[in-house]
């Protein structure tokens, strides 16, 4: 057997699963049956799990994982501090929606197996997970985690989770909820399009209380280089966006792009569809985290910040805005100062 030894998650969260699994009398030597993982690889927090190990792991506890509320009660046990650098880069962010970009930047440094992609429905970010490899049975354990875990994190960080609008599951309602209900309350709904957290973007605003430019500045930095570390094949989607944020307002075609990428168009139009993403969606959501980001971060005008992003007509930057979140971004801007 061919042997892929690309990270897929960090060993905390294995870590993580086997306090778990003590707790509800599973056995562990048989979590971690002929995976090559000991005492000392637990310890050391930089250590990460591979696909080869991943795939043994999940054949071992396939008994465990598939227990209705395996997944809930593993989301449970994730709070921020869980997430090692990642956690530490949400923490020094200035406000929460700022921490909440950090850590869909950065996911990619503590697991591989999902995405967190962002959705704007009238005043509300809609944080959306990803499965990015197929689990089968496990799926849902995975969807549960993640979902779980981001509702704690919500709860015992922002202390919003009253706040929060609606959680989306898009497996089918399961006979007994009663754990569902008991975490989530009764904004949970089932057979949904997609997994996410609908979350009202005013507490999201707010400053943070842990907020340090300092340290999100030297945090963001070592994420930067990690990423780069981890990643020698980075993603063409971030890539794109690195070049298209020099200059948004003449934003390369998708063929002039292509050329100073060195790929054909075709390629560049396929690699990008792997990834889940076309060449427009990338500019667009480039264009939506900066207008964010320089909204809540500078002073600038709202006029200098549509240019910035590349409206040469402040009121397409407007009505685009609007498009994104739901609100002007003056509107934006003053509720994110309050």
Same mark, same amino acid.
């Not at 650098?85 to 996911?107: H, P, Q, V, W």
């Not at 605003?205 to 300092?214: I, Y």
């Not at 070592?222 to 020099?246: F, G, T, V, Y």
């Given at each position: 057997?061919?042997?892929?030894?690309?990270?897929?998650?960090?060993?905390?969260?294995?870590?993580?699963?086997?306090?778990?699994?003590?707790?509800?009398?599973?056995?562990?030597?048989?979590?971690?049956?002929?995976?090559?993982?000991?005492?000392?690889?637990?310890?050391?927090?930089?250590?990460?799990v591979s696909?080869?190990?991943? /795939?043994?792991?999940?054949?071992?506890?396939?008994?465990?994982?598939t227990q209705?509320?395996?997944?809930?009660?593993?989301?449970?046990?994730? /709070?921020?501090?869980?997430h090692?650098?990642?956690?530490?880069?949400?923490?020094?962010?200035?406000?929460?929606?700022?921490?909440?970009i950090?850590?869909?930047?950065?996911?990619?440094?503590?697991?591989?197996?999902?995405?967190?992609?962002?959705?704007?429905?009238?005043?509300?970010?809609?944080m959306?997970?990803?499965?990015?490899?197929?689990?089968?049975?496990?799926?849902?354990?995975?969807?549960d985690?993640?979902?779980?875990?981001?509702?704690?994190?919500?709860?015992?960080?922002l202390?919003?989770?009253?706040?929060i609008?609606?959680?989306?599951?898009?497996?089918?309602?399961?006979?007994?909820?009663?754990?569902?209900?008991?975490?989530?309350?009764?904004?949970?709904?089932?057979?949904?399009?997609?997994?996410?957290?609908?979350?009202?973007?005013k507490?999201?605003?707010?400053?943070?209380?842990?907020?340090?430019?300092?340290?999100?500045?030297?945090?963001?930095?070592?994420?930067?280089?990690?990423?780069?570390?981890?990643d020698?094949?980075?993603s063409?989607?971030?890539?794109?966006?690195?070049?298209?944020?020099?200059?948004?307002?003449?934003?390369?075609?998708?063929?002039k792009?292509?050329?100073?990428?060195?790929?054909?168009?075709?390629?560049?139009?396929r690699?990008?569809?792997?990834?889940?993403?076309?060449?427009?969606?990338?500019?667009?959501?480039t264009?939506?985290?900066?207008?964010?980001?320089?909204?809540?971060?500078?002073?600038?005008?709202?006029?200098?910040?549509?240019r910035?992003?590349?409206?040469?007509?402040?009121?397409?930057?407007?009505r685009?805005?609007?498009?994104?979140?739901?609100?002007?971004?003056?509107y934006?801007?003053?509720?994110?100062a309050?």
């Amino acid at each position: 057997m061919i042997k892929d030894e690309r990270p897929a998650l960090s060993g905390e969260y294995l870590n993580i699963f086997l306090r778990l699994a003590n707790e509800q009398g599973w056995d562990r030597t048989i979590v971690l049956h002929d995976t090559g993982i000991d005492e000392h690889f637990l310890q050391n927090h930089k250590n990460y799990v591979s696909f080869t190990q991943l /795939e043994k792991i999940i054949s071992n506890s396939h008994h465990y994982m598939t227990q209705p509320a395996a997944g809930l009660y593993m989301g449970q046990k994730l /709070e921020l501090s869980s997430h090692g650098i990642l956690g530490m880069a949400a923490m020094g962010a200035s406000t929460y929606l700022e921490a909440a970009i950090l850590f869909r930047r950065f996911l990619k440094l503590r697991t591989q197996l999902v995405k967190i992609s962002f959705g704007f429905e009238r005043f509300c970010l809609v944080m959306k997970f990803e499965l990015l490899h197929d689990f089968g049975e496990v799926n849902r354990f995975v969807i549960d985690s993640c979902l779980s875990g981001a509702f704690n994190v919500l709860k015992g960080y922002l202390g919003i989770a009253s706040d929060i609008e609606e959680v989306r599951i898009s497996y089918s309602q399961p006979s007994d909820i009663d754990i569902h209900r008991k975490i989530f309350g009764d904004i949970v709904r089932f057979a949904a399009q997609d997994n996410a957290i609908k979350v009202p973007l005013k507490p999201l605003l707010l400053a943070t209380f842990s907020g340090s430019k300092p340290l999100q500045s030297i945090v963001t930095k070592e994420c930067e280089n990690l990423l780069s570390e981890q990643d020698e094949e980075i993603s063409l989607a971030r890539k794109i966006s690195a070049l298209l944020r020099q200059d948004l307002l003449n934003a390369p075609s998708q063929e002039k792009m292509a050329e100073l990428l060195l790929l054909s168009t075709r390629t560049l139009r396929r690699r990008l569809q792997d990834e889940g993403t076309t060449y427009h969606e990338v500019i667009d959501v480039t264009k939506q985290e900066l207008a964010i980001d320089l909204l809540c971060s500078t002073t600038l005008s709202i006029e200098e910040i549509a240019r910035s992003v590349g409206y040469t007509e402040t009121t397409n930057f407007n009505r685009a805005f609007k498009r994104w979140t739901g609100q002007s971004p003056s509107y934006f801007r003053t509720q994110s100062a309050l």
